[in-house]
Nanobody, 122 residues
Framework: QVQPVESGGGSVQAGGSLRLSCAASAYTYACIAWFRQTPGKEREGLAYIITTSGNTYHADSVTGRFTISRDITKSTVYLQMSSLKPEDTAMYYC?????????????????WGQGTQVTVSS
């Protein structure tokens, strides 16, 4: 399996937007998700997409601000983040797995990217 590869992180001021990209084939994986982690804390599940249907699920903590989507033609899953807050500062990871049902549990996912840093300044 080819591991997911994230891109698009960076530094932004509070209230700004960023779009993260994850290169991961929908033909390989059934579930593709975004997580984030800060030092000393557990990895937090943000959103997942079911690759066969395109259905999505977002954690309550990001609903209304973050949106997961995909472009099948580019084998890419996106995380559009808006109204960013300093507390969104974290390393963001893309994860994928062949097993369903999809969840926001980190243990469900067997393939992980190396992460991309997002820093939000006040």
């Amino acid at each position: 399996q080819v591991q997911p590869v994230e891109s698009g992180g960076g530094s932004v001021q509070a209230g700004g937007s960023l779009r993260l990209s994850c290169a991961a084939s929908a033909y390989t994986y059934a579930c593709i998700a975004w997580f984030r982690q800060t030092p000393g804390k557990e990895r937090e599940g943000l959103a997942y997409i079911i690759t066969t249907s395109g259905n999505t699920y977002h954690a309550d903590s990001v609903t209304g601000r973050f949106t997961i989507s995909r472009d099948i033609t580019k084998s890419t899953v996106y995380l559009q983040m808006s109204s960013l807050k300093p507390e969104d500062t974290a390393m963001y990871y893309c994860a994928a797995d062949t097993a369903r049902p999809c969840t926001l549990e980190a243990g469900h996912y067997g393939a992980w990217g190396q992460g991309t840093q997002v820093t939000v300044s006040s």
